[in-house]
């Protein structure tokens, strides 16, 4: 499996946690995983966030994508209280680097069974201009850290390839910007990602696990291709 469902509820929903529940349930195993971020936590809270945590597949990769960008106290609280809320992985920025941030978030996420993604560009035009002449540099922070992945946008498929040469195949690179944002499914598997995230493509559609299905099938004719 190489999608994973970014759950993002419009401001529209009234019911964040049900809107999210219903679709996780009907994705279920079509998914890889599922990721949450800070709106859906404002909204639902701890609680919520674990009752959904409970309702995805055993299997799935369960990822708090809250960007944490803090000194390593404050990472590390939150990413405790990831672990108990039922959550496998989180996400935190790169440019924090590691002394006194990643590498404290770095052992509790080891001791706490957590994987730990740093994030090291992202998908918007923006990050092309800020965080790429860094990348490098990101790049191994994230070694330091010993995260066990990093997010690096299908939007920009040559900073996907990048990372996963300096990188190696034992790192996951994670991908986000399919749909919505302009990158057509299997750009960034092409380009040596190995999970592509997709939101609105799948969360707004009339059927989401047939559109997931869809999206599986365009990921393996793109990788076939390639």
Known sequence: ???????????????????????VEEVGTAAAGFKIGLPLLLRAGLPGLKTLADKMPPESLKIAD???????????????????AGYDAV???????????????????RSM??????????????????????????????VK??????????????IVAKA??????SYTILSPGVGAQGAEPGTALCAG?????????????ASPRETAFLLLEKQR???SRC
């Not at 106290?73 to 990831?82: L, N, Q, W």
């Open 1 to 23: 499996m190489t999608l994973i469902v970014a759950l993002d509820p419009p401001q529209s929903v009234d019911d964040a946690l049900e809107w999210s529940s219903k679709l």
């Open 66 to 84: 809250l960007k944490l960008a803090d000194v390593g106290h404050i990472m590390s609280t939150t990413a405790e209280a990831v672990a108990a």
């Open 91 to 109: 996400i935190a920025h790169g440019f924090v680097g590691v002394e006194g941030a990643l590498d404290e978030l770095a052992d509790t996420c």
């Open 113 to 142: 069974g957590l994987k730990l993604i740093v994030l090291v560009s992202m998908s918007h035009p923006a990050a092309s201009r800020i965080m790429d002449p860094m990348l490098d540099a990101l790049l191994e922070e994230a």
């Open 145 to 158: 850290a010993d995260a066990w992945g990093v997010v690096a946008p299908a939007t920009r498929p040559e």
């Open 164 to 169: 996963r040469k300096r990188l190696g195949p």
């Open 193 to 205: 990602a190995d999970y592509e995230i997709v939101g609105r493509l799948i969360t707004r559609s």
């Open 221 to 223: 004719e793109a990788v």
